[in-house]
Nanobody, 127 residues
Framework: QVQLVESGGGLVQAGGSLRLVCAAS????????TGWFRQAPGKEREFVAA????????VYADSVKGRFTISRDNAENTVDLQMNSLKLEDTAVYYC????????????????????WGQGTQVTVSS
């Protein structure tokens, strides 16, 4: 099992930036990929971005391409989500999650592929 803790959420104005950090502990060597998801009130939990640990391959939701950047630190077992040009619609609880499948053909964008989840961190974008 992997334990995940998110940090860095907060209140920012539209157009601003925020960096989220996901720190992993436990059985981190078994993690294939780590992703970020978000959930706004009344909406489904949706994929934001993910990164594969073996080679750093990344995938992004169309809604955040060009604005968000996901990165990993292999030594520290952390995954960052740099969020720039924030919009009101980015307001949500953001979760990091670990996909612990032995291997996949591609990095999954489905929440059902991810086994371990953090408790979430609130990101609120104001006008």
């Amino acid at each position: 099992q992997v334990q995940l803790v998110e940090s860095g959420g907060g209140l920012v104005q539209a157009g601003g930036s925020l960096r989220l950090v996901c720190a992993a502990s436990g059985r981190t060597l078994s993690t294939y990929a780590t992703g970020w998801f978000r959930q706004a009130p009344g909406k489904e939990r949706e994929f934001v971005a993910a990164i594969r640990w073996s080679d750093g391959n990344t995938v992004y939701a169309d809604s955040v391409k060009g604005r968000f950047t996901i990165s990993r630190d292999n030594a520290e077992n952390t995954v960052d989500l740099q969020m720039n040009s924030l919009k009101l619609e980015d307001t949500a609880v953001y979760y990091c999650a670990a996909d612990q499948a032995p291997i996949r053909a591609v990095v999954s964008t489905s929440r059902y592929a991810y086994d371990s989840w953090g408790q979430g961190t609130q990101v609120t974008v104001s006008s």
